[in-house]
């Protein structure tokens, strides 16, 4: 720690740091200038800055903005409000409890003076859920650590995960460049989220793995019936996403997980505001689901497991 560094901290007391600050301070080694490719330090817990001088502050919430200009997607307060009520209510439950028994399954635990100790990086993590209620069960484990990293393109989204989850990092980020340094990583969600195999290659360490989750055909087929009807949409089918995976790691394991949640008007309401198949649609169509009584809606994903493959060409981007 640096001398300036060594006296705010003292100055301050750790009590007076967020969360989110002390955690990239421990964790300062993995951060890569998204301008330069320059390792990070800390400064004065304010901000963090390469070599060559690049600077990005740490804001009061504990995040880091690493975005070099404005994202072009418009993801709204509304909808990570929306997609949290539908997370709280336990929609994605059976799907973490998978997840996590996969990591268990499959992870090869780094010691490090003794202690056991597994970074997890959420590519696209949203306003935050997915990860944070994996790393709650994977924290029941006392002899392993595990630290939680979550990046997304959305503002909106990290600082509602700052705001609502602590213990883990948040960065706004993209995940064409992501800003960490190489092989850092034992494992790498890829939730209901877009992929960049060639960046995920670059940071997961040669024994780390990539957790993805995909929608299968049956995923909120009860609002694909009606906001598609009559249209291409209404059938929906996975193959390419997994083909694409598997020319671009190789797959060690996969795991189905389907199931039915029971749903209010309220809660479809808060689902429809959440997913993408109604983005775009009219008011009328939105009506007209509502109006359908549906009280029951089909969760339905593929999650697949894979590991780096050797000496191969990679950047192709896949939805």
């Not at 072009?72 to 509304?78: P, R």
């Not at 539908?86 to 635990?109: A, H, Q, R």
């Not at 609502?164 to 340094?181: E, G, H, Q, R, T």
């Not at 959440?274 to 109006?291: F, H, N, R």
Request: charge should be positive.
């Amino acid at each position: 720690m640096s001398k300036n560094n060594k006296k705010y901290f003292e100055k301050s007391g750790k009590a007076n740091l967020t969360t989110g600050k002390i955690k990239i301070k421990e964790n300062i080694n993995i951060f890569k200038c998204p301008v330069c490719g320059d390792k990070m330090n800390l400064d004065v817990f304010k901000s963090i800055i390469c070599l060559n001088k690049h600077c990005f502050d740490i804001s009061k919430k504990g995040y880091i903005n690493l975005l070099l200009k404005p994202s072009k997607y418009k993801y709204d307060k509304e909808m990570f409000e929306a997609r949290n009520s539908i997370c709280k209510m336990g929609f994605f439950d059976p799907l973490i409890e998978s997840i996590v028994s996969l990591i268990y399954n499959n992870i090869s635990i780094n010691s490090s003076n003794n202690i056991s100790y597994t970074r997890i990086l959420d590519a696209g993590c949203g306003e935050g859920y997915h990860l944070s209620q994996v790393m709650k069960k994977l924290q029941k484990k006392e002899d392993v650590h595990f630290q939680g990293v979550g990046i997304d393109i959305s503002k909106d989204g990290i600082q509602f995960a700052a705001k609502n989850y602590k213990d883990i990092i948040w960065c706004v980020a993209d995940l064409a460049k992501i800003p960490f340094m190489d092989k850092k990583f034992d494992i790498v969600l890829n939730i209901l989220s877009p992929s960049n195999y060639s960046e995920f290659n670059r940071i997961i360490h040669s024994e780390g793995i990539l957790i993805k989750v995909v929608p299968n055909s049956g995923y909120l087929k009860e609002l694909r019936d009606l906001l598609y009807q009559g249209t291409n949409r209404e059938l929906y089918s996975n193959e390419k996403v997994i083909e694409h995976f598997n020319r671009n790691f190789e797959k060690i394991d996969t795991e189905k997980v389907s199931y039915n949640v029971s749903v209010s008007r309220d809660e479809l309401s808060h689902l429809i505001k959440m997913t993408p198949l109604s983005w775009g649609a009219s008011e009328g169509i939105i009506k007209k689901v509502l109006d359908n009584k549906i009280d029951s809606i089909t969760v339905d994903f593929t999650i697949i497991i894979g590991k780096s493959k050797k000496q191969i060409s990679l950047p192709k981007w896949e939805s």
